[in-house]
């Protein structure tokens, strides 16, 4: 890798951009950066040459990267980065799909220009700087796609066996993204517990895990995100509690690579929400989980960019509610007590009387009153992290 490399001419750029199809790649690697601003400077210079678009960051414990361009273009990048070292063992996903189309979405995606940029850690997992960050190496063990399906397929079940209704017991699911990710798609696995943090973002986390810790204490802990990266810290965050929280599992390249695995969504509901101007991305079932925050009516499209008045999280309000207002509050400040704003409900819609308390699961109340472990039960060979 060249670091000086010169910057694209205008001909190569509009050469990438004939490329043929569309494509996003995601990809993440901790390991040691020995000299992070000049690796820095070569994915400026590599990937303007390219014309790629997207957020790449560099720390000094590793590389992530979001980006989209030409298939063929992406294609090369992902030639370039497997010839240093420092990518061994990455999991490159690459993906087609179409142009971006809706030029605001894809801008707050990031996904108009380049973004470069030298941070001190890949993800910040706690934003409280008097707690100490544990050490990637404690992270939980990686489970391909079908180690992971084969594991929660032994615990769902029905078998009256003890040794295996003990078995489900002991496993939970946990899911490691925001709230307004859970909204639209999740795991939902028949006898098994799958817990939801509602947090609204990654840094909540450690948290909820310290608040929560008895409903994980000996249990073995199935993690799953969107592509992985976040689980790599969220489990070894886990596992530095010591004893009774050693058996943590990550869903390897997380829900992308299970969809791709099981394109019928397997025990995946619903939708995978990306962030890049694809918004979200779907199995065969095409079933919808979210609802309107308003009307409450079936609702999973974020292609509006509908945001929460007081934290600014993202909203599902179906377009006929858009109508009405334009400010919203989310469930978690409605239940912190922050005031509603005024709403006109559409005629159709439910009235606030007819509306039920929904579950903690992303169907919100509209009401406008203010290590060396087995994986459990799988015969799969365990991949270690």
């Not at 400077?41 to 414990?61: I, K, N, Q, S, W």
């Not at 709230?179 to 973002?201: A, M, S």
């Not at 694809?278 to 974020?302: A, E, H, P, Q």
């Not at 999280?313 to 005024?342: A, F, H, I, W």
Request: aromatic share 8%.
């Amino acid at each position: 890798m060249d670091a000086t490399a010169a910057p694209p001419t205008s001909t190569q750029e509009q050469q990438h951009d004939g490329d043929g199809r569309y494509g996003v790649l995601l990809y993440y690697k901790y390991a040691e950066v020995p000299d992070a601003p000049a690796l820095v400077a070569f994915y400026e210079a590599h990937c303007r040459a390219l014309a790629l678009v997207g957020r790449v960051r560099v720390g000094p414990d590793g590389v992530n990267a979001t980006l989209g361009g030409r298939m063929a273009a992406l294609e090369k990048h992902v030639e370039e980065m497997s010839s240093n070292s420092l990518f061994d063992g990455t999991d490159f996903k690459l993906a087609s799909c179409e142009d971006p189309l809706d030029e605001r979405v894809a801008r707050e995606c990031g996904f108009t220009s380049l973004s470069v940029r030298l941070v001190k850690e890949l993800v910040t997992l706690c934003s409280n700087p008097s707690l100490t960050a544990p050490e990637i190496s404690f992270a939980g063990r990686h489970l391909s796609a079908a180690e992971f399906h084969l594991v929660l397929q032994s615990v769902a079940g029905t078998s009256t066996n003890s040794e295996a209704a003990t078995e489900k017991n002991d496993v939970v699911v946990l899911d490691a993204r925001n709230l307004y990710e859970t909204r639209i798609g999740k795991f939902d696995v028949p006898n098994v517990e799958t817990l939801h943090p509602d947090i609204r973002q990654y840094s909540d986390l450690p948290l909820w895990i310290d608040e929560h810790t008895e409903k994980l204490r000996g249990k073995s802990i199935m993690m799953y995100c969107t592509g992985g990266i976040r689980c790599e810290m969220a489990s070894a965050y886990i596992r530095s509690k010591g004893e009774g929280f050693e058996n943590v599992f990550q869903l390897y390249g997380g829900i992308q690579r299970y969809l791709e695995q099981f394109p019928d969504g397997g025990y995946f509901d619903g939708k995978n929400f990306v962030f890049d101007h694809r918004i979200s991305v779907g199995s065969l079932k095409d079933n919808i989980l979210g609802t309107c925050l308003i009307c409450g009516f079936t609702y999973d499209d974020y292609t509006s960019r509908c945001r929460c008045s007081h934290c600014r999280m993202l909203v599902l309000v179906c377009s006929t509610c858009q109508d009405s207002t334009k400010e919203y509050v989310c469930e978690l400040c409605l239940r912190n007590g922050k005031p509603c704003c005024p709403t006109s409900l559409r005629q159709d819609c439910q009235t606030e009387s007819e509306l039920s308390e929904s579950s903690a699961y992303g169907k919100p109340s509209i009401s406008n009153k203010v290590s060396t472990s087995k994986a459990p039960m799988s015969t799969g060979k365990v991949v270690s992290s």
